[in-house]
């Protein structure tokens, strides 16, 4: 009488198969937009970051040309002629033994602009910035014989709804 009940059950049957793929579906759902979020953080987060650098070099490097370490002429601001410059360093008039100053380690990159914006402005340097010149307006920057500012090439807006370029 007992041989009669007993059953052996292996595997699933597909309505459970089914049931099991439609929960993870609506889990994974759920999970992409804030996945995506929490990249587009740490994006911005980079951004910042590369910012505040290049800004800080740029800074240090107008502050030695004060300090009468970098050599300048009466026409110019004062600030470096290019983001390389900041890397590759300058004399420094001060010192005896004419070592360089340099201001950054490398040019960090903009992690919100795209390669083909990148490769379109830059060629290989790998800067990805747009440039302002001590000369242009905030409103309208634009490119010149020194690098006063740097601001993002990108076109999308940020989490807190500033567009990158105006970050």
């Known amino acids: 009488m007992s041989a009669c009940f007993k059953t052996s059950r292996k595997g699933f049957t597909l309505i459970e198969l089914v049931v099991t793929v439609a929960i993870v579906a609506i889990l994974a759902s759920v999970a992409m937009p804030m996945l995506q979020l929490s990249v587009q953080r740490v994006k911005e987060s980079e951004l910042r970051t590369n910012l505040r650098q290049i800004r800080e070099a740029l800074d240090a490097y107008k ?5 009468g370490r970098i050599k300048k002429t009466i026409e110019q601001s004062g600030y ?31 992690p919100m602009s795209s390669p083909s914006q990148n490769a379109n402005n830059y060629g ?10 001590y000369a242009s307006e905030a409103s309208n920057p634009t490119e010149g014989e020194d690098v006063f500012d740097v601001y993002s090439l990108s076109q999308q807006v940020g989490i807190n709804g500033i567009p990158y370029s105006q970050w």
């Open 124 to 133: 290989d340097s790998g800067h990805h910035w747009g440039l302002r010149s």
């Open 63 to 67: 502050k030695a040309v004060d300090e």
């Open 80 to 110: 470096p002629p290019n983001l390389t410059v900041l890397v590759d360093g300058v004399l420094d008039e001060k010192d005896p033994n004419k070592h360089k100053l340099k201001f950054l380690r490398k040019v960090p990159t903009d």
